[in-house]
């Protein structure tokens, strides 16, 4: 019988910097960042979390972002899922950044209105952007179990 704590991961590796938070009773308890590269990373923080928590489910947004943060985290957090046997569930990034327009590439950025993401030009987007941040209180009621990527490709 473990007597590490029993936790709840969600894991923000849209853009830099990587966010993981530690949720206990979904509350957070513990959260971990870093301007490293997701693929350099993500598995050492990861041997860190499992090293000090059980983990009972695993939560990240699935896009829009950096392509490779999403592949990547994705192909991870599914194979620790599998390995673990605990639930993967995501939502789009929108819901970490206060619904502002994320980064996508040159010019444009993904933005959300009325539950459609697009490609757009932003004016002024410094002033728009907001950055992700790790909510103090996890609300599972913004997963799914559709947990494959969110790719959105910007129209040419």
Do not use: W
Request: aromatic share 10%.
């Amino acid at each position: 019988m473990s007597t590490k704590p029993k936790v709840e991961i969600l894991v923000i590796s849209l853009t830099s910097p990587l966010l993981i938070g530690v949720y206990h009773n979904d509350i957070l308890i513990d959260t971990y960042e870093s301007h490293e590269k997701t693929s350099e990373i993500l598995p050492s923080l990861m041997e860190n979390i499992l090293n000090r928590y059980e983990i009972r489910k695993l939560y990240f947004a699935r896009g829009p972002g950096s392509f490779m943060a999403i592949k990547i985290t994705y192909i991870f957090l599914k194979t620790i899922s599998i390995t673990l046997e605990v639930p993967l569930l995501a939502t789009d990034g929108f819901a970490f950044n206060q619904n502002s327009p994320i980064k996508a590439v040159g010019s444009l950025y993904f933005c959300k209105e009325n539950g459609m993401i697009t490609t757009q030009k932003v004016d002024d987007p410094q002033e728009k952007i907001k950055i992700f941040t790790l909510p103090k209180v996890l609300d599972k009621k913004i997963f799914t179990s559709e947990t494959e990527p969110l790719y959105i490709l910007p129209a040419v």
